[in-house]
C-alpha cells in the first residue's frame, strides 16, 4: 500500500491519520477556527456538524436554520448554521466551512454506552467532497487533497 500514499501524495494528497473507536466509527482530530476538537468521520451524514452547546468554544457566529436535522435514532432536531469558518484536519484547510450546530447529546450517550469518549461533532459529506477524499479503511488513514 506504500504505492497508494505515494501516488496521492505526487497528487497532493495530505494524510490524516485515523483512529477506530470502541463503536466502530473512525474518529479524528480536526480545529475549528483554531480549537482542537474530537470528531466523527461519518460518510452518510450530508453536512458537517458541531454540538450547538460549543458555539461559544469554537468561537462560531450562530444563524437561525429552518432546517431540521435527523440522524443516528433522533429525527426533527432543530438546528442553527454557522457560516465561513476555518477547519483544519491535519494540513489541510479551508476557510469556508459551514457547519451545522444541533444537539448532539445523543451521539454522545451512544458513543459513552460503549465505553468511547465524546466527540465535538462529525466531519460529513461536505467537508470530504470538498477535499477530494479518498479513505484507506485497512490503514485508517483519510486522504484529502490540496
Partial sequence: MAALKKILEEKKYFQIKLKRIATNHLELKAKINGIKGRFILDTGASNSCVGVHLIAYFNLIAEECETKAAGAGAIDMETQKSEN???????????????????????????????????????GADILQKGKAIIDYNKHILYLKK
Avoid at 447529546?105 to 462529525?122: D, F, P
Wanted: aromatic share 6%; charged share 25%; glycine share 6%.
Fill in 85 to 123: 469558518n476555518i477547519l483544519k484536519i491535519g494540513k489541510w484547510k479551508t476557510k469556508k466551512s459551514n457547519l451545522v450546530l444541533f444537539d448532539l447529546s445523543h451521539v454522545n450517550t451512544a458513543l459513552e454506552q460503549h465505553n468511547a469518549k465524546k466527540v465535538h461533532g462529525i466531519i
